[in-house]
């Protein structure tokens, strides 16, 4: 079943503007909400993440916003660059290891 | 030198063939998976091994097997190949000792196309 929903499936955004990247789950059973990035030609890398315990953290222009009673979590990239052009998956994570991968949100910036 | 490495890089092949797909990694990890990458899909889990003796299936197993020969070293075969298992496969990595969620790491990617 779906159990992760992204959105949306592209953005396009100008240098310096904000990106903003949802993830809504079902399963309650998730315990810890990371961010992959992906570049071309190249596997996903955990970009960040955040326990259910909090309701922000940030890493530098990155920043992951989580709302535990609607069951959603975003990403946002602030003074968004062209060398955060990637695709971004939400792998909302439960038992240590078991990812649920969102669909993918490929994120274009133009200079 | 890349931590986990992927062979082939690419591959085409035909229907009804058996197919190899090699990972092997120097992180020294004891946990290894196999994911498929399709568009509009994300990433979904083949199978994952804990450790040499333990190998597990994941969402989509049916027509793929694996072989975990050493601690660095995971194997995933396809036995007859089919044309909807063209896809774009990871392997990936990751250490349990680091704390209550594993980061996985991955390689770089097979893309196998069959005909």
């Known amino acids: 079943q779906q159990q992760v929903k992204q959105s949306p499936q592209s953005l396009i955004v100008q240098k310096g503007g904000i990106s903003i990247i949802n993830c809504a789950y079902e399963n309650t059973a998730f315990d810890y909400f990371p961010w992959y990035q992906q570049f071309p030609g190249k596997g996903p890398a955990l970009l960040i993440a955040i326990r259910p315990d909090v309701s922000e953290k940030k890493e530098g222009r990155f920043t992951i916003s989580f709302n535990k009673s609607a069951k959603q979590f975003s990403l946002h990239i602030m003074d968004s660059q062209p060398g955060d052009s990637a695709t971004y998956f939400c792998?909302?994570?439960?038992?240590?290891?078991?990812?649920?991968f969102g669909a993918g949100t490929t994120v274009t910036v133009r200079a | 030198d890349a931590d986990v490495t992927q062979t082939p890089r690419n591959r085409i092949t035909k229907t009804g063939k058996r197919i190899m797909l090699e990972c092997s990694q120097t992180?020294?990890?004891?946990?290894m998976y196999w994911y498929r990458q399709d568009p509009g899909l994300g990433l979904r889990l083949i199978y994952y091994?804990?450790?040499?003796?333990?190998?597990n299936k994941g969402e989509i197993s049916d027509g793929y097997s694996v072989s975990r020969q050493a601690q660095a070293k995971f194997s995933l075969s396809l036995e007859s190949a089919i044309p909807n298992q063209t896809a774009l496969y990871f392997c990936?990595?990751?250490?349990?000792?680091?704390?209550?969620?594993?980061?996985?790491?991955f390689g770089p990617g097979t893309r196998l196309t069959v005909l």
């Open positions: 091994s804990f450790d040499v003796k333990d190998i």
């Open positions: 992180k020294g990890h004891d946990r």
């Open positions: 792998a909302p994570q439960y038992n240590d290891y078991k990812l649920s």
């Open positions: 990936a990595t990751s250490d349990p000792s680091g704390g209550a969620a594993d980061t996985q790491y």
